[in-house]
């Protein structure tokens, strides 16, 4: 493999203590500015409930005798559980419910309501294994049933939120059937192969699968249940190298503008626009760069104007967007786009000399929409070395699969390249909510155009320096899987069928309910273990750790090595510290989260925003 080219030296970091925050830090009337206390709180909650709970199902014996698996099951299955991940999907939601910041009466009514689609769900289960044990003589799996519900409490509380909070309202949703065909039978076949692979390793010897269940990393659980989701995205991952070798992609160079919303980039805009103008000089066609000046306080347009004076390779200007939101400042940069294609970019990425060329190349193919790539970190910031692993894993690998099936649901506003045409059908950027970006690519997808996502379109993006940098980053990043399925609600709940609006939205859903309760998921099961509820049960020490450890440092160690960074596998120990900050930085995420006021309408509804369609100021 070649050596790439050293990265750049980090940007002198911006004078302003909260220079990173604006209008879309907290999108007004869908979030709330959230005590630190929120997220304690409720872990605190979590484990007064857990361990009354705990408590009496194991020493009442009322309760012991009528639920004997010790945990809310009301059906006799075969086998055991590692944990009573119903008690804990329960005692989550009341402490969740309780800490969430709405009034009283509503509070109750989230809850109920969460509790109640949990219960009837929990019920189905048990009662089918009822009629198949008399009709038929089948007892299927405790330990399966459990990770049934926990997939399920993780979605239903997803699934509630979504209802009962603040959401930006639902919007027509273009949608074609091009391609939905074609990834469907792909991600079928490999589904396939993952299940047949997972059943031939939980067939092995006995001994050697006894042995595999010790592996802390394996969480306890069968080996076969744990590889299938690392072996789905494996198949994925080797299918959407093939398609990529197969595809062969021809140099193409269309003229081509590039958008940079700007608020208080003096700092850096210099060094942004001198890579822009190197990578132009590789790319051989007209660059022309709009800096879209958005409410700077600083002499954004000046450094601007200078650094375009510099350049030799781009025409560059500079276009004042008075109006308040990065969206309102792209759909600006569209709407002066007078080229077929355009790519916008954050004002702090820097692209590397192949960085157009190589994304542009892909639209040679007439059904791509948009492209993406791999921002790596600059490199010598405390987050750094443990992003470059997320990265790794989520553009290097995940994305590479999901682009297989032809079911990626974000690119990233870092970079992005797109079918000017495509932007605008869908409408353009979405103003007053977390992930316009997101949104954007999800609509141009569904409207029929493949998404691609290159892990050789490399380019490097600023990583937060400060906690507090990166709690704003993560909550904003965090909320807007909620804003995104609000708005595009109709891929999930209508009639039409995608891979990305019926299977991959709700796995993102389940994911994110997943991540904000692994930190919670970890006490209960250290909880389990030091009371020793269940002396005889499958649950060890390890297990209970490997919550915070798990499959996905597995596959972020493999990423690494998939995409020739071996280095990278240094960073493994921070990675796992990182991953449990990411989590408890979910939790916050969801608990800033605005509940609807009901005078002013039902949850899920957004109050007009102001003039143009912009939310009120919010700077900081």
């Not at 492209?371 to 010598?380: K, R, S, T, Y």
Request: proline share 7%; hydrophobic share 50%.
């Amino acid at each position: 493999m070649s050596r790439e080219p050293p990265l750049p030296e980090r940007a002198p970091p911006a004078q302003a203590v909260n220079r990173y925050w604006s209008v879309d830090s907290a999108p007004a009337r869908l979030t709330r500015d959230l005590p630190r206390t929120a997220a304690p709180m409720v872990l605190l909650v979590f484990t007064l409930v857990s361990t009354i709970l705990l408590f009496m199902l194991n020493e009442i014996p009322l309760l012991a005798q009528t639920f004997p698996q010790r945990d809310f099951v009301f059906s006799p299955y075969t086998g055991t559980h590692s944990i009573p991940l119903r008690t804990f999907i329960l005692s989550f939601y009341i402490a969740f419910a309780a800490v969430v910041a709405t009034s009283s009466m509503r509070k109750l009514k989230f809850l109920f309501d969460m509790i109640a689609y949990f219960v009837i769900l929990c019920c189905a289960f048990d009662v089918l294994n009822v009629i198949l044990h008399d009709r038929f003589g089948w007892i299927y799996s405790l330990h399966v049933v459990q990770i049934i519900s926990g997939l399920f409490g993780f979605l239903i509380f997803s699934v509630r939120l979504l209802a009962h909070g603040s959401m930006p309202p639902r919007a027509h949703a273009p949608f074609s059937h091009r391609f939905k065909v074609f990834a469907f039978v792909r991600l079928t076949l490999a589904i396939l192969l993952a299940i047949l692979g997972s059943v031939m390793v939980g067939r092995l010897d006995p001994v050697l699968v006894s042995d595999l269940r010790q592996i802390a990393l394996l969480g306890g659980t069968g080996p076969g249940v744990f590889l299938f989701l690392p072996m789905l995205s494996l198949v994925l991952y080797v299918d959407g190298i093939v398609q990529a070798i197969l595809r062969r992609k021809q140099r193409f160079a269309p003229p081509v503008t590039v958008i940079i919303p700007a608020h208080n980039e003096a700092h850096i805009i210099t060094r942004t626009i001198a890579a822009l103008d190197a990578a132009a000089g590789v790319y051989g066609s007209p660059v022309t760069v709009l800096v879209l000046d958005n409410c700077s306080e600083d002499d954004t347009a000046g450094v601007a104007r200078a650094a375009f004076a510099q350049a030799a390779h781009v025409t560059g200007r500079i276009v004042d967007v008075p109006v308040p939101g990065k969206a309102i400042a792209l759909n600006r940069g569209i709407e002066e786009t007078a080229t077929d294609y355009v790519v916008r970019i954050d004002a702090d990425t820097q692209v590397r000399p192949d960085t157009l060329w190589r994304a542009m190349r892909h639209f040679s193919r007439e059904g791509v929409g948009t492209v993406g790539g791999m921002p790596l970190p600059p490199g010598g910031g405390p987050f750094d070395r443990a992003r470059e692993l997320e990265v790794l894993l989520k553009h290097g690998f995940y994305q590479v699969g999901y682009g297989a099936a032809d079911c990626i649901v974000g690119i990233p506003g870092m970079f992005a390249a797109y079918r000017t045409d495509c932007v605008r059908t869908v409408g353009g950027f979405v103003t007053g909510m977390n992930g316009e970006d997101t949104d954007v690519a999800v609509r141009i997808g569904e409207s029929g155009f493949r998404t691609v996502g290159d892990p050789s379109v490399v380019y490097i993006s600023e990583v937060p320096l400060t906690y507090r940098h990166l709690r704003e980053q993560r909550m904003r990043w965090f909320r807007s899987i909620y804003h995104v399925s609000a708005r595009n609600m109709d891929y999930l709940d209508g009639r039409r069928f995608s891979v990305r609006g019926k299977i991959v939205l709700p796995f993102m859903l389940i994911n994110s309910a997943r991540r904000a309760m692994m930190l919670p998921l970890a006490i209960f099961g250290l909880l389990y273990l030091v009371f020793a509820f269940d002396p005889e049960g499958s649950l060890t020490v390890q297990a209970a750790l490997a919550v915070l450890i798990g499959a996905p440092t597995l596959m972020a160690g493999f990423a690494a090595l998939a995409n020739g960074r071996p280095r990278a596998l240094l960073a493994l120990p921070e990675y796992t510290l990182f991953r449990i900050l990411r989590a408890y930085l979910t939790l916050e995420a969801m608990l800033s989260i605005a509940f609807a006021d009901p005078q002013n309408g039902k949850a899920g509804t957004r109050l007009p925003a102001g003039p143009a369609g912009a939310p009120s100021r919010r700077l900081r």
